[in-house]
């Protein structure tokens, strides 16, 4: 590397840290470091020109997009544009074609690298006080997402079998392990829906190196496997989640600990399954013991009467019934955070025409999801609260109200102005709800369109000869 080139990189650096810090709608200068992004560049490395869209420009961008209420590229292109303007410097054509251009050529790897880093960096600085009994909790939790309708995405990412071609849309399946203590996505497994190999579990298979020894692992019932809780424990990672549907819920059998508390011991599996290979499974323990905890559910409107949870916690007097049962009820963060995603950040439905772009957008989406779950840990740290305490889309509509302020802000101000984002933060808290629960039913009914039964280009050759009928 040349030294014009390592000099051009370091200019950049110090541009996107000035963006960060001053940018709209993105305040991100303490979270994001200027060293972080550059630690990263060197790594995955990059096609470096003397343009407006630099690869960290890029990055900026492209979190000012998937964080916007709009969400296009042209509303994400306005804001670069207000930004130049608003160092006196001489604005280009308000186009986004070469946005689009440059956002093609951006590395995958470097918003997934960021994402991870970030992640890591809130996991090695959380307080022993959020942690459960000293351990650092991880969620696991799978969905789906949609996409345009191109022959690119459905050749990648092909919609499900029940609909007809030409009708449905491509879907990527997302599988996330989450920080119970913060919130942060620590890394995610995605590939099809279809397809031998392609459920939740095999794909969480892939992100079994983000686990840790000493780590407790939730999840519910679908990855209540023997071989994957064998292969946890083998980790040092405990498991606690739902008992699985197939296994036998009676709990007359096993060693008593106390009330609807059961120590039992699981045989292994005589059939191996097919992506265990026959060394591997010479390996696995022939048994398990584990502790089934029976939790009976009396709030009233909660569907389910009675769970079993499944756990690899054996000793009753460090975790008795009801710290367990209370923590499997934390599993239901998970779909909270992904509701955040998906509904907050609108990550539901994609708009990348081409796989490459589809990936890049759930890794922009997922770092823009850290970067503001960490600023939300500063809060919560900075006025002694929980983070699970405060409101996600709280805290992003603060940071977005702060935008204009911080743009606006001298350096010697900035400070002061992001003290005060903080403050605002911390007061944005999840209402108190207890026990909440509504029907699972819409008041408001859609409009009276009737649903696409053929392919598109079909029923608009149909309306073509109606009309000339």
Known sequence: ???????????????????????SGLPFSEVLSAEMVQQVLEEVGGFFRERVFTPLTTVWVFLSQVTSADGSCRNAVMRLLAFLASRGEKPYAPGTGSYCKARKRLPEKILSRLTQKIAARMTRETPAKW????????????????MPDTRANQKAYPQSRSQKPGLGFPMVRLVCLFSLATGAVLDVALGPCRGKGKGELSLFRKLRSRLQAGDVLLGDRHFCAYFDIAAWLRLGVDFVGRLHQARRDDLRYGKRLGRSDRLVEWSRPKQRPRWLSRRAYRRMPETLTLRLIRVMVTQPGFRTRRITVVTTLLDCRVYPVAEVAALYRARWHAELDLRSLKVTLAMDVLRGKTPEIVRKEIWAHLLAYNLIRTVMAQAAMQHDVLPRSLSFKGALQTIGAFGLPLLLSSPSGLHDLYSAMLATIASQRVGN?????????????????PHLTIPRHEAKTALLETSSA
């Not at 590397?1 to 840290?17: A, I, P």
């Not at 942690?131 to 949609?146: A, P």
């Open 131 to 146: 942690r459960w009994h000293g351990r650092e909790v991880k969620l696991v939790d799978g969905t789906t997402l949609s």
């Open 1 to 23: 590397m040349g030294h014009g080139t390592r000099n051009w990189r370091s200019l950049q650096v110090s541009c996107l840290r000035r963006q960060f810090a001053q940018g």
């Open 433 to 449: 709800r207890p026990d909440r629960f509504e029907p699972r039913a819409r008041k408001r009914r859609p409009k009276p369109y």
